[in-house]
Structures are given as C-alpha cells and as structure tokens.
C-alpha cells in the first residue's frame, strides 16, 4: 500500500484500512500533504497536522468520514534542478537555499565566467 492509494481511497470514499499491516503502511503527513493541494480538502489535513500523536487508524477515518467523496487530481510540486544553482554551490560553497539567493544577484557575464572557470573539458 502507498499513500496514493489511501488518498485515492478518502478521495473516493471507500475504506481500506482493514487489518494492522494496511495501518502500519498510512504515512499521515504524506497523505495530508496530498490532500492540502484542495481547496475543500486543506482545512482537514491542517487540522490533523495539528494533533500528530493521534491514531493513524483515527486519522484515516476522520478523513474518510468528513471528505466529501469526490474526483481531485493534482500534480505534486517538485524542487526543479537548476545547473546554474549548483556551479553557484560548487564554486563558492554556499548551501541550496544561499546560493539560490546569490542567484539572483550575478549577471549573465558573472554566470559564463563561473561556467568557464569551471569547464573540465570533455564531450559536454
């Protein structure tokens, strides 16, 4: 069992958490991660992230008890990659967050010099 398949569950309401092993497999924050993409769905998922040491048997069938069944897809947001942030990194060594910062202060001109700099040579 994934924590797709118990979003798609409280999203169709539909209960699968039938034994321990089906329990043991919900991953709480995930599943409220997921269903804070809805507008109709945030306000349950926060209100869970609030009591985190409840029953993750109790979580489940808040949310499928109080979740209007309902077809909701969403994309999950995903950190993109940029090659630009790491020869930052590299060459300075800052940390993601810093160098995502100091990003946005270099030039164009600064960004090629560091390219070239960095440049090993090869195929690419």
């Known amino acids: 069992m994934t924590p797709f398949d118990f979003i798609n ?3 169709n309401g539909k209960d699968i958490m039938v034994d321990e092993a089906t329990e043991n497999a919900y991953v709480p ?3 409220n991660r997921g269903l ?4 109709d769905t945030i306000m349950y998922a926060n209100a869970l ?3 985190v040491n ?3 048997k109790l979580q489940y069938h808040y949310l499928i008890n109080t979740i209007t069944p309902r077809k909701r897809f969403s994309k999950w947001a995903k950190k993109h990659d940029d ?3 790491e020869l930052v990194m590299n060459n300075y060594n800052y940390s ?6 100091v990003l ?3 030039t164009k001109q600064q960004l090629d010099a560091l390219k070239n700099k960095n440049n090993k040579g090869g195929i690419r």
């Open 29 to 31: 924050f995930v599943v």
């Open 49 to 51: 992230n609030q009591v």
């Open 104 to 106: 946005s202060l270099l």
């Open 9 to 11: 569950s409280i999203n």
């Open 96 to 101: 993601y967050e810093k160098a995502a910062q």
């Open 54 to 56: 409840t029953d993750k």
């Open 83 to 85: 090659s630009n942030i």
């Open 36 to 39: 804070s993409y809805f507008a």
